[in-house]
C-alpha cells in the first residue's frame, strides 16, 4: 500500500509540474496569387515564402485558395507544404471574396458549378495527403457596404433555405472526396446569424478584435460560444492586428503602431492557444491593411520577429518539459524499484528472524 501511494505521489508530480504546455496548431495565412502572382512573380517566390513560414515556427500555412487551381499550383503547394513539414487548410470562398462574382448571386449555377470545378481538383489532390486538415468553406455572406443591398436583405439571403441547403451541398461534395469539410463565418454573429450547418466537421471563426489595441478576449469567446451550440469543433480561422485599413472597412483588428501589434500577437496566441486546437494569424503580407507580418522584401516586420520569438520559446518549453517529464518518470521507475526491493528485504528479514527464533 505505502510503495502504490508513494507510486501515484510521484506521477500527480509529474502532471501537475510539466504538463501544461499549448498543443495547439498555429497556422498562417497565406495568398499564393494575392502575395506573389499578382505582384508579376512566380512560384520560386512561393516557394521561398513557404520556407519562411517554416523557419518562423508556424505549424501550418491555411492557403487561400484564389487562382491557383488556374495556375497549376495545387499539387506545387501539396508537395512542397509536406517536404517542409507544414500543415495545410483550405480557405476557399465560392465567389472569391466577392472579386470574381457577385456575392449577392450565390448560389446561382455557375457559381455553384465554377466553385465545385476548383474544389473538386482541390479536394480530390489534397486526399493524397495526410497533412491537410481541412478545407473550409466559407459562408458566401453578401455585407451591405459593398453588395449593394441592406443589411435586412442580407440577413434575409443568407436564412434562406435556397442558400443553406446549397452550402450543405457543397459541404457533401468535398467530403466525399475524403477530405474534412468545415464552413466559416466572417460575420459576427450578433450581426450575421448565419443558420449552422449539419453535415459541417467544423467551424471556424474570425473574431477580430473590435477595440484598438486590445485583444478583446470576451469577444472571441463570445464568437465561438455561437458555433460551439453545433457540437462540433471551433477553430481560429483568421485574426490579426492592422495598423492601417482601407477607408470603406470596419474598424476590427485596429492598433496604433507596429509595437503594439507585435506585443498584442503574443498576448493573442498565449490566450487563444490554451482554448482553441486551431489557431491562425491573418497575414503573412499586408493585404486589406496592415496585417502583415513580413515586409514585401521578405524581411520580418517587428510584429514578425514577435510571433517567431513566441513560436520557437513554445518549442523550447515544450521540448524542455518532454526531457523533464522522461527524467522524472525515471526518477519514479527508480523510487518503485527501490520501494518494492525494500519491501522484499523487509519480508526475508522477518522470514529469516522467525526460523532463528525456532
Known amino acids: 500500500m505505502l510503495v502504490t501511494l508513494f507510486v501515484l505521489y510521484q506521477l500527480n508530480f509529474v502532471c ?34 513557404l520556407e519562411l513560414i517554416k523557419m518562423m515556427g508556424f505549424d501550418g500555412v491555411r492557403i487561400h485558395y484564389e487562382y491557383v487551381v488556374e495556375y497549376g499550383l495545387v499539387e506545387r503547394l501539396l508537395n512542397y ?15 472569391y471574396w466577392n472579386n470574381k462574382y457577385p456575392t449577392k448571386d450565390f448560389p446561382n449555377a455557375t457559381i455553384v458549378e465554377n466553385y465545385k470545378a476548383e474544389l473538386s481538383q482541390i479536394a480530390n489532390a489534397s486526399s493524397r495527403y495526410s497533412h491537410v486538415l481541412y478545407v473550409s468553406v466559407f459562408y458566401p455572406i453578401p455585407f451591405a457596404e459593398v453588395s449593394g443591398i441592406t443589411h435586412e436583405e442580407c440577413l434575409q439571403h443568407i436564412n434562406s433555405t435556397e442558400f443553406n441547403a446549397a452550402l450543405e451541398n457543397i459541404v457533401a461534395f468535398v467530403k466525399s472526396f475524403g477530405i474534412k469539410c468545415a464552413v ?17 466537421d467544423a467551424y471556424f471563426i474570425q473574431p477580430y478584435s473590435t477595440i484598438k489595441d486590445n485583444i478583446d478576449a470576451q469577444h472571441i469567446l463570445d464568437y465561438a460560444a455561437y458555433f460551439e451550440k453545433s457540437g462540433k469543433e471551433v477553430y481560429i480561422g483568421e485574426y490579426g492586428f492592422r495598423t492601417w485599413k482601407p477607408a470603406h472597412h470596419w474598424d476590427f483588428g485596429m492598433v496604433s503602431c507596429e509595437g503594439a501589434k507585435a506585443g498584442l500577437i503574443q498576448q493573442f ?90
Open 184 to 200: 466559416e463565418s466572417e460575420g459576427i454573429p450578433k450581426d450575421f446569424p448565419v443558420k449552422l450547418i449539419e453535415n459541417a
Open 16 to 49: 501537475s509540474g510539466f504538463c501544461f504546455s499549448s498543443n495547439a496548431l498555429v497556422f498562417l495565412a497565406y495568398s499564393p496569387y494575392w502575395f506573389q502572382y499578382y505582384r508579376g512573380n512566380n512560384w520560386t517566390d512561393v516557394a521561398r515564402d
Open 269 to 358: 496566441f498565449d490566450f487563444a492557444s490554451s482554448r482553441f486546437e486551431i489557431i491562425t494569424y491573418f497575414a503573412m503580407y499586408d493585404g486589406d491593411g496592415g496585417w502583415g507580418l513580413v515586409n514585401n522584401d521578405g524581411t520580418l516586420r517587428l510584429s514578425g520577429w514577435s510571433a517567431s520569438q513566441w513560436l520557437h520559446n513554445r518549442e523550447i518549453e515544450n521540448s524542455t518539459n518532454q526531457l523533464l517529464t522522461g527524467i522524472t518518470i525515471g526518477i519514479v521507475v527508480e523510487a518503485v524499484a527501490i520501494a518494492a526491493l525494500t519491501v522484499v528485504i523487509v519480508l526475508n528479514y522477518r522470514k529469516i528472524k522467525k526460523l532463528q527464533i525456532r
Open 81 to 95: 507544404t509536406r517536404y517542409l513539414g507544414l500543415k495545410v487548410i483550405w480557405a476557399t470562398h465560392a465567389t
